[in-house]
Each structure stands twice: as C-alpha cells, then as structure tokens.
Antibody
Framework: EVQLVESGGGLVQPGRSLRLSCVVS????????MHWVRQAPGKGLEWVSG????????AFADSVKGRFFISRDNAKNSLYLQMSSVRAEDTALYYC???????????????WGKGTTVTVSS | QSVLTQPSSVSAAPGQKVTISCSGSSSNIGNNYVSWYQHLPGTAPRLLIY???KRPSGIPDRFSGSKSGTSATLGITGLQTGDEADYYCGTWDTSLSAGVFGGGTKLTVL
C-alpha cells in the first residue's frame, strides 16, 4: 500500500525553527518529485515547496522563500521541510504529496499524506 | 488572493450536474496541465483529474475535466451526497516557478 506519513508538527514560537518529516512506503521515492502543501485554518490549499527526484531542483512559494528549505533522503524514504523564522501565518496543516513525475515543474500530485499540524504562537 | 480563480461555492440537487470553473493566465493554465483535487478538510486530498481531462483509476466517470485557453472546468454528473467536499484546481505557474492552486470551491448537494 502506498503511504505518506508526516510528522514533526507542533507548537512553535514566532521566529523559531521546526523540521517536518514525511516517510513514504509502497513505492520507490527516488523515482518521483515530492511536494509540501499546506492549509491554514479556514483557508484553501497552498503549495509550499517542491523538490525533484535527485534534489537538483527545488522551488518555493514566495510566502516561504528564504525561510523554508526542502530536502530528501531517498535511501531513508524520507522528505523534509526545514522551517525557519516561522510566523503566525505559517500556522497550518502541512501535507506531503507525491508527484507523478520525477522532475519539476509540478506534474500532478497523485498520493497525499494526512498531514501534520504546525501552530505558530507565543 | 489565489493565482487561479474558482467560485467559492456551487450547489445542486442529488442526481444533477454541476461544473466548477478555474480561471488563470498564459503563465499557468494556458501553458501547463491542470489537475483537480477533492478535499474534505483534515483529510488527505484526492486526485480526481490530471493532464486536464484524464481520470486516475478508481475515479468514476461521473467526474470529467476540460481545458480551453486559460480556463479549466471540472464537471460532476449524477451528484451524490458523498460528493460534498471542497474542490481545487492546480497547475504550475511558469512565471512564478511555483505550483499554484485555486482558492477552492465548496460543493453542496442539496
């Protein structure tokens, strides 16, 4: 069964850092690009970041550019999102999603995790 | 403000048909494939349509997609109460070098 399981969410103070993880199973991670997508309370889906299969290409939404960093470890079947200088507006449910294609730009996201919640508050 | 524009809500009776529009520009929909997702808040979004009009296995043919120029449309026929959810269009924006979603459309089956 194809599965994506996110972790690492929690309560974090403004200006601090947090690292999200996504462990995948049921498919070979190194064959696909991966993404992070978030949903703030009462808001719609927002694409956050994407990374190609070999990590050579990454992309970020303007809202997180310069503060978030995406990485992956194919040997560990894992995707990461390093969040720095977090703000109240980063409060959201963060989803990990698998792309159908190995490269960026984004193809389409055919498998999603259930998400991990990040709350930024003092 | 989302790069892709969707109506905030649509509604129809069970058994009827509904369409959801997604309007963009030449930097996104006009030159890239569109996908559509069904989402119940707090759960994993579900891919409904990819490459503008293709359905993944397991998605019933009641769901259809189309694209013309810088707009895309999701159609749902034979509406069921289980179709009540939020629906999002998504694509890549070449100018932004970023993925983009529409603001989402809440479907109510009356």
């Amino acid at each position: 069964e194809v599965q994506l399981v996110e972790s690492g969410g929690g309560l974090v103070q403004p200006g601090r850092s947090l690292r999200l993880s996504c462990v995948v199973s049921g498919f070979t991670l190194e064959h696909y690009a991966m993404h992070w997508v978030r949903q703030a309370p009462g808001k719609g889906l927002e694409w956050v970041s994407g990374i190609s299969w070999n990590s050579r290409s990454t992309a970020f939404a303007d809202s997180v550019k310069g503060r978030f960093f995406i990485s992956r470890d194919n040997a560990k079947n894992s995707l990461y999102l390093q969040m720095s200088s977090v703000r109240a507006e980063d409060t959201a449910l963060y989803y990990c999603a698998k792309d159908f294609l190995p490269q960026l730009p984004m193809g389409y996201m055919d498998v999603w995790g259930k998400g991990t919640t990040v709350t930024v508050s003092s | 403000q989302s790069v892709l524009t969707q109506p905030s809500s649509v509604s129809a009776a069970p058994g009827q048909k509904v369409t959801i529009s997604c309007s963009g520009s030449s930097s996104n929909i006009g030159n890239n494939y569109v996908s559509w997702y069904q989402h119940l808040p707090g759960t994993a979004p579900r891919l409904l349509i990819y490459d503008n009009h293709k359905r993944p296995s397991g998605i019933p043919d009641r769901f259809s997609g189309s694209k013309s120029g810088t707009s895309a449309t999701l159609g749902i026929t034979g509406l069921q109460t289980g179709d009540e959810a939020d629906y999002y269009c998504g694509t890549w924006d070449t100018s932004l070098s970023a993925g983009v979603f529409g603001g989402g459309t809440k479907l109510t089956v009356l």
